[in-house]
């Protein structure tokens, strides 16, 4: 699947439901945020060198999905190809030099 199948599945779905009146930007970042931040309580409590269960781990993906989801309504509702502003970004970040680096 690419990005144009994701987002023709995605939206289908929201059509499906009529939920296209909720999904204004701030709303989407919102639930963005809510939803990456049911990625980060799968970690929560764990030492960093503790490995998820098979549970664990499909969860992680589940809410890793989620959170892709909401992020590509936003691309979608401005317009934009993800792709492309990554490509952007690490051209960008690409001349960024950050202190540890330095190390």
Request: hydrophobic letters at 40%; glycine letters at 0%.
């Amino acid at each position: 699947m690419d990005y144009q199948d994701a987002i023709k599945i995605i939206t289908d779905f929201r059509k499906s439901r009529h939920w296209e009146k909720y999904h204004n930007l701030k709303d989407l970042a919102l639930s963005a945020n809510l939803e990456a931040s049911e990625v980060l309580e799968i970690f929560q409590w764990k030492d960093e060198k503790q490995a998820l269960t098979p549970k664990e781990t499909a969860h992680l993906k589940e809410e890793i999905a989620d959170t892709l989801i909401y992020l590509f309504y936003m691309c979608d509702a401005l317009g934009m190809d993800p792709y492309a502003e990554i490509a952007k970004k690490m051209k960008i970040n690409a001349h960024r030099h950050w202190d540890q680096d330095e190390e």
